[in-house]
């Protein structure tokens, strides 16, 4: 059975108040088509994982200027003023996380993992407010599972039982989020038939995909 929606169809699962993951880096290889169609359904509230909130024109970026995010879970910010803005202004939550924690947490709620033992932070204002457990002589952080509703993930090649090829950087942290949400919808930049992507080059297999979306290229 074809998991082929509209993208109006996907968006009328996404609605205020839920945990989004996204995939991406600073909008390369992101789901980006979705999120404009977020941006136009001014959906509200949502908290956002990723491992950024982009630049201001682009993808999650959009999001955050739009005053759509609550909370963001992140690795940097950098790169969109406008999330320190409001950060400060205290109309937006942050919590920043290490980009490799934040992908292992990712990694831990989709393997069905307790947590993460890292040495991460130790000593720093991340360690705030975390369990510290000793292991072998040595200090370790345990960092809880990151899970999300839903994530909004982007692949090169997706055939129409949702199994997935990332080509180059289109890679970065979608197949981790894939796992790792009670609803995955893919976007795709292109849409083949069952048998058209070889088995060896399926990078996520079509089990852990509810909806595909037909993307820009």
């Known amino acids: 059975m074809s998991k082929v929606i509209s993208l109006e169809a996907a968006l009328e699962k996404i609605n205020d108040g839920s945990t989004i993951m996204v995939g991406g880096f600073i909008g390369v290889g992101g789901p980006n088509t979705v999120v404009d169609g977020l941006l136009k359904k001014n959906v509200k509230d949502l908290t956002l994982i990723a491992n950024d909130t982009v630049i201001p024109e682009v993808g999650t970026g959009k999001l955050v ?15 969109n003023p406008e999330t320190g803005k409001q950060m400060n202004a205290g109309e937006m939550e942050v919590e920043l996380v290490p980009q490799g924690t934040l992908a292992e947490r990712i990694r831990a709620a989709g393997s069905g993992l307790g947590g993460v033992l890292t040495p991460t932070g130790l000593d720093t204002i991340v360690e705030e407010g975390k369990e510290k457990i000793q292991v ?6 345990l960092e809880l599972p990151l899970k999300a509703d839903i994530a909004i993930i982007r692949g090169s090649k997706v055939d129409k039982k949702g ?5 180059a950087a289109t890679r970065n942290f979608n197949p981790l989020m894939a796992m790792a949400a009670d609803m995955v919808i893919v ?4 849409i083949v038939e069952v048998g ?3 088995p060896n080059d399926v990078m996520t297999p079509g089990l852990f995909v509810d909806f595909i979306v037909k993307g820009e290229n």
């Open 65 to 79: 200027v739009n005053k759509q995010i609550k909370k963001a879970i992140v690795s940097h910010i950098g790169t």
């Open 136 to 141: 072998c002589g040595k200090t370790y952080l």
């Open 163 to 167: 199994n997935v090829y990332y080509k």
């Open 187 to 190: 976007e795709a930049e292109e």
């Open 196 to 198: 058209e992507i070889d």
